[in-house]
């Protein structure tokens, strides 16, 4: 078998492994909370997350404050509460 068709098939395989519903609830309550902000936030919100490229150092003291207040009001805690649920649910492999 040509390794190209090996990587394709042992891909196709993790695809089917994947927690799909977890996938689209996660998916869901992000896109629920990405709506709570106004286009003009979700703008600024990735202008600084490109900016700071993830480290917050890299912006100023008022950037950061900015930052932070438009990740809270994406509310990830709330997004965590909707998968605590999820937590439990741990898929059996090979049957067990």
Same mark, same amino acid.
């Given at each position: 078998? +040509?390794?190209l068709?090996?990587?394709v /098939? =042992? @891909?196709g395989?993790?695809?089917r492994?994947l +927690? *799909? +519903?977890?996938?689209?609830t996660t998916?869901? @309550?992000l896109?629920?909370?990405?709506? @709570? %902000?106004?286009p003009h936030?979700?703008?600024?919100? %990735?202008?600084?997350?490109?900016? =700071?490229? /993830?480290?917050? *150092?890299?912006?100023?003291?008022?950037?950061?404050?900015?930052l932070m @207040?438009?990740?809270h009001? %994406?509310?990830p805690m709330?997004?965590?509460?909707?998968?605590?649920p *999820?937590l439990r649910?741990t +898929?059996r492999r090979?049957?067990?």
């Amino acid at each position: 078998m +040509p390794r190209l068709t090996r990587t394709v /098939a =042992s @891909a196709g395989g993790a695809v089917r492994r994947l +927690p *799909w +519903p977890l996938l689209v609830t996660t998916l869901v @309550a992000l896109e629920r909370r990405r709506r @709570a %902000l106004q286009p003009h936030e979700r703008r600024r919100l %990735l202008e600084l997350l490109a900016k =700071s490229r /993830a480290r917050p *150092w890299r912006l100023t003291g008022t950037e950061r404050n900015e930052l932070m @207040a438009l990740v809270h009001r %994406l509310d990830p805690m709330g997004v965590g509460r909707e998968l605590v649920p *999820w937590l439990r649910y741990t +898929p059996r492999r090979g049957g067990h």
